[in-house]
């Protein structure tokens, strides 16, 4: 995969790795990993992995529109106290904008690959850490996606056997199981994402939009057309669901994962496989 590094830039830190690059604003949680690029194309209004923290009586609907709704979205409920990279992570500590004390540090950590794994194959992690300070909180944390995709496939079944693909009515919301695949506009790669099902209380995924039609390739200057059946499917995550006693830690998980082929199979149960046996996060 090559040298992974986070280069400091003028809007918080690039993550670039291989054929991936992509922008985490730490003071804007809500926006996830956005400006991405696979091969030096661009992925079309991609943010993964966004970060959003209601307070108590808030509802939690308002948390998964798209983080271009507006500054208090981008910002995710959160206020930043301090951020920095540590090798291949990238970590930041919050505290909410109102209504809990508490404290949420996130990591976002790139996955290391086994010896098996294809070459062009990347995980990154969104470690969450929860904690309340003075007294016991009922966080609302949520993590919320959305990308530009010609498809949607979700497990047909709870033992996430086999995968279905979604028409653009559908909305599907789950409680325990958090597991989707989304084949990129204009691409042949596979953005599969997926929580632990021990850390969700909620799961959901809905088209949200139509398609931007075309997009500017970048090594030809000419403007491609994108598939007529692409739209914009966003993704969400309702973690935290028990109440948070005072000085106790509470951890979740979720991860994105990109892998290039024509059909999701068999590609995303290893990779769910792989995340449902990988260790609990421990530390942030």
């Not at 995550?237 to 892998?259: D, K, M, P």
């Amino acid at each position: 995969m090559g040298q992974i590094r986070w280069e400091e830039v003028g809007n918080g830190f690039r993550l670039v790795c291989g054929p991936f690059c992509a922008v985490v604003d730490p003071s804007r949680p809500g926006c996830g990993l956005h400006e991405l690029e696979i091969e030096d194309r661009k992925v079309p209004g991609a943010h993964l992995l966004g970060i959003r923290w209601a307070a108590p009586q808030q509802d939690c609907a308002v948390l998964m529109r798209p983080a271009s709704s507006g500054e208090m979205l981008q910002r995710g409920g959160c206020v930043l106290r301090d951020c920095w990279t540590c090798g291949a992570n990238l970590l930041a500590e919050y505290v909410p904008q109102v209504g809990e004390d508490a404290s949420l540090v996130a990591r976002w950590r790139l996955v290391p690959s086994s010896p098996d794994s294809p070459p062009n194959f990347l995980s990154l992690d969104l470690l969450l850490s929860l904690q309340s300070i003075e007294f016991e909180t009922y966080a609302q944390v949520c993590v919320v996606s959305c990308l530009e995709a010609e498809g949607a496939w979700v497990p047909t079944d709870e033992g996430c056997r086999q995968l279905q693909p979604l028409e653009a009515r559908d909305k599907v919301q789950c409680a325990r199981v958090p597991v989707v695949c989304l084949k990129i506009a204009g691409s042949n790669w596979w953005y599969q994402e997926m929580a632990h099902p021990s850390d969700v209380a909620e799961a959901g995924i809905q088209a949200q939009g139509g398609s931007s039609g075309s997009e500017l390739d970048r090594n030809t200057g000419e403007r491609v057309s994108l598939s007529g059946s692409s739209g914009y499917w966003g993704t969400w995550y309702r973690l935290f669901s028990e109440r948070v006693e005072r000085g106790l830690i509470l951890r979740a998980r979720v991860r994105g994962r990109f892998f290039p082929a024509v059909t999701p199979e068999p590609f995303w149960r290893d990779g769910w496989q792989a995340f449902l046996e990988a260790p609990p996060p421990l530390g942030d």
